[in-house]
């Protein structure tokens, strides 16, 4: 529960954080994202890290993705991802977060999200083939 909390917290500080910074012209509005999607990013990389380590390895890229789906999500965000209810604030951070477990596990991705009508969102991953 601790660890909620702690996380919730941070992700709110953060974003708050780069937000202000746009709106007192220290950085413009686009560069905000980008520096979320990457904070996400380095984090997906080290939670699938903690996560996978006695893990056996997986199969093929559906074996990846459920375990993205399931197992990853439910435990970083402690909601099934079908019930997942967000701000779009945070969508920046979470693509990223995606995306840095995506390429911890050896897929390289785009990962976007769309907000079709409040508060459920939708994620998108595209997998780039190398």
Same mark, same amino acid.
């Given at each position: 529960?601790?660890? +909620?909390?702690?996380? *919730? ?14 709106? #007192? &012209?220290?950085?413009?509005?686009g !560069?905000?994202?980008?520096? *979320?999607?990457?904070? =996400?990013? !380095?984090? &997906? #990389? =080290?939670?699938? +890290? ?6 056996a390895?997986? @199969?093929d ?6 375990? /993205? ?5 439910t %435990?970083?965000?402690? @909601?099934?991802?079908?019930?997942? !209810? %967000?701000?779009? #604030? ?5 693509? $990223?977060? /995606? !995306? &840095? &477990?995506l390429?911890?596990? $050896?897929?390289?991705? /785009?990962?976007?999200?769309e ?11 595209? /997998? #780039?083939? *190398?």
């Open positions: 529960m601790a660890d +909620e909390a702690l996380f *919730l917290l941070l992700h709110n500080e953060m974003v708050s954080g780069l937000y202000k910074s746009a709106e #007192q &012209g220290e950085v413009e509005n !560069r905000c994202i980008t520096k *979320l999607e990457n904070m =996400g990013f !380095r984090v &997906g #990389q =080290g939670l699938i +890290e903690r996560f996978t380590k006695d893990t390895r997986f @199969k890229e559906l074996d990846i993705m459920k375990f /993205i789906c399931k197992d990853f999500w %435990t970083v965000f402690k @909601k099934q991802i079908d019930n997942l !209810r %967000t701000n779009h #604030q945070y969508l920046a951070f979470t693509c $990223g977060l /995606i !995306r &840095g &477990g390429s911890n596990l $050896g897929i390289k991705s /785009i990962v976007t999200a907000v079709s009508s409040m508060p459920a969102c939708k994620f998108q991953v595209m /997998i #780039q083939k *190398l």
